[in-house]
């Protein structure tokens, strides 16, 4: 997991949030009980303090051309000579020599990477390396090789631990590793052209990372298989941890007159296509969940690209999120992939939640593309209800970017932390490495705004994190709190309107989820919320594809009773309320286990129950009906005395 820096520029400012936090609550790791683990970075580079204007590829072609430096056109990045090379080198470097130009600049971020000195940085650090004023790329490399030395010792003692398959001594061993890995007909010449070798201690298939030019191995991924049930499960390691590992499995076998490729989102399917069609393919380091922009530069030969990832919805998804990055003009989707939105109607409906099974009876899941208005009465627990639903679809792979501007970071990361070890790690110190670990490995990011910003600085950080980090879903808590006070003296209305406007199209030109946590107006304690408590008019309301309220009843005798109304469900009409249960140990809701009845039909104005929506979910109710919170659901009552909002 990792911590978004003001506006996320410039990218050599990221860090590792743990680092930041244990320093914070006066724990150095050394003193931190349990088993000796990676040591990681804990002090930070400065942060800049005056955000950082992204940059565009006109401005990026205006400079060079100012500056004299020769550049070439590419599909994502611009090629032009690399000033961190051996002046030697740069001599050598001719204009109409394509592969001199070694230098490849992103066009959407202006960040660079020189392919022969692996120099790497952002926009800023190059200005100014070509200006005079510094090295900060070459600071950035350093850093960045600092990590690396670290793992380099446990990486050389796997890799030579490890052994080719068709060297295991046992032939049984040797076939129960095929069959167990889908390899029975993958021949050996296959497996040694992409070296791949089997750890027999860990019965784990063995990847390696090679530096540019195979000098050497920066990293591994370890494949491991696991019995589920009728199906195998793979677990994989990697060294770097995946946020720092970069590796195209299959670079080094790739041509520089290979003009197609085939990108796959497992290893194992590089080596069977590999053999089977005799194409060059590449597996990405993290499959569907995100491609890194780093590895953009590497796939700037090839005119055409395949992508081989899957037959499900979320696979396609991720081709079309990556294809954007790549120019969609040269890249492919399998027919067959497309066939998955239109015969699973379940992965249509989006990605579901393990811990709230009576929301996916209504909303059916969370889908990419749009808008959702939380709100809830002050004081319920809206951030910790919202952070454990954020939660739940980060620990399936839903890339997720927080904006918190009412608390710190620190503390929502705390209540994180907690909510994903479902117990207070205060009281069991000895677990705090193994799921600090586990939650740092999350595809979770954070904001560092806090308070008043403006909807402009917002909208390009989010941006900045779909392209970089391919996140499919922001939480911004709260609007209110992110607006301020500069509206004071003009129409506050009219000011919130235009940001929930500009959050509605970010989330459809993005196919990005929004999940918007607005307060409610003033309302009387003993009056339920409703769709038009929500502060201010109705453009919230009707923007949103989904509106979801806390409603919490106070009561005079004891803990108050908590119920998650589902009031707006664009998707297909369901809408119902079921009820809620905090474990303040573990800061996480829970559906009370003696209620039998959760999900409440809703009656109409003469009594009858209304009809079922479409989708025959038990529970589920058409849109216009309306239900009755504040009362005991055993006992459970509608109200027919207010009208359907």
């Known amino acids: 997991m990792w911590l978004l820096l003001r506006r996320a520029y410039p990218l050599r400012i990221l860090l590792p949030l743990r680092g930041e936090w244990v320093g914070r609550r006066g724990l150095p790791r050394s003193l931190a009980p349990g088993p000796p683990r990676r040591r990681y970075r804990k002090e930070a580079l400065p942060a800049v303090e005056i955000p950082v204007s992204p940059v565009t590829t006109t401005e990026i072609r205006q400079y060079l051309r100012t500056h ?28 109409d020599d394509t592969t001199s130009f070694c230098l490849f600049i992103d066009k959407t971020t202006g960040h660079f990477h020189c392919m022969t000195s692996l120099a790497e940085g952002s926009w800023e650090d190059f200005q100014a390396s070509v200006e005079g004023r510094g090295d900060g790329a070459k600071e950035g490399v350093l850093l960045r090789e600092s990590s690396e030395t670290e793992d380099r010792e446990e990486v050389l003692r796997i890799w030579n631990r490890a052994i080719p398959l068709w060297e295991l001594p046992d032939p049984e061993e040797a076939q129960l590793a095929r069959v167990m890995f889908g390899l029975t007909k993958v021949t050996d010449d296959t497996l040694r052209r992409f070296s791949v070798r089997y750890l027999r201690s860990t019965r784990s298939l063995v990847f390696p990372w090679f530096t540019p030019g195979n000098s050497g191995l920066r990293g591994l991924k370890l494949l491991g298989a696991e019995g589920q049930e009728n199906e195998v499960q793979y677990v994989d390691t990697t060294i770097p941890r995946p946020g720092a590992y970069h590796n195209l499995f299959g670079l080094p076998l790739i041509s520089r007159r290979d003009a197609e490729v085939v990108l796959t989102s497992r290893e194992l399917d590089s080596l069977a296509l590999s053999q089977s069609t005799g194409l060059p393919t590449l597996s990405l380091p993290r ?13 700037e030969q090839f005119r055409r690209i395949v992508f081989w990832l899957g037959d499900d919805l979320r696979s396609w998804e991720a081709a079309k999120l990556f294809a954007r990055k790549l120019n969609p003009k040269r890249c492919s989707l399998l027919r067959e992939e497309v066939l998955g939105e239109l015969s699973n109607v379940e992965q249509v409906a989006g990605v579901r939640w393990n811990r709230f099974p009576d929301l996916n009876r209504l909303l059916k899941g969370h889908r990419k593309g749009e808008l959702t208005v939380f709100t809830g009465p002050t004081g319920s627990g809206k951030t910790t209800f919202i952070s454990e639903y954020a939660l739940d679809l980060c620990t399936q792979g839903v890339n997720t970017l927080w904006g918190s501007f009412e ?45 008043q910003q403006s909807i402009r600085s917002v909208i390009d950080t989010m941006q900045h994190a779909v392209y970089v980090y391919d996140v499919c879903h922001v939480v911004i808590d709260n609007l209110q709190f992110m607006m301020g006070h500069e509206q004071l003296s003009t129409d506050r209305i009219a000011a919130q309107d235009y940001i929930v406007g500009a959050f509605r199209k970010f989330a459809t030109d993005n196919s990005c989820h929004v999940t918007l946590v607005i307060h409610p107006r003033k309302e009387d304690d003993d009056k339920e919320l409703q769709t ?18 806390l409603q919490d009843r106070k009561l005079v005798t004891g803990p108050g009773k908590r119920y998650l109304q589902v009031s707006k469900n664009r998707f297909d009409g369901d809408v119902g309320v079921f009820p809620l249960e905090f474990n303040k140990s573990s800061l996480t809701f829970s559906i ?54």
């Open 68 to 95: 004299g430096i020769p550049f070439q056109d590419g599909h994502s990045c611009l090629r032009a000579p690399s000033p961190f090379v051996a002046s030697s080198d740069i001599k050598n470097q001719k204009k």
């Open 287 to 299: 499959g569907t969940v995100c491609l890194p922009p780093a590895l953009l530069p590497y796939l």
């Open 407 to 451: 608390i710190s970071n620190v503390r929502l990361a705390r209540v994180m932390l907690t909510q994903f070890a479902v117990t207070r790690l205060e009281e069991q110190l000895d677990k705090y490495e193994e799921w600090a670990d586990r939650f740092e490995d999350l595809p979770l990011y954070f904001m560092t705004f806090h308070g």
């Open 532 to 549: 038009a408590s929500i502060f201010g008019s109705a453009k919230a309301s009707q923007e949103a594809d989904n509106v979801l309220i």
């Open 592 to 645: 009370p286990p003696k209620s039998k009845a959760r999900l409440k039909k809703v009656k109409d104005d003469n009594g009858l129950v209304a009809k079922k929506s479409s989708s025959g979910k038990k529970g589920a109710v058409h849109q216009n009906s309306e239900t009755c919170l504040g009362q005991d659901p055993s006992s459970y009552q509608p109200d027919t005395s207010k009208s359907s909002r």
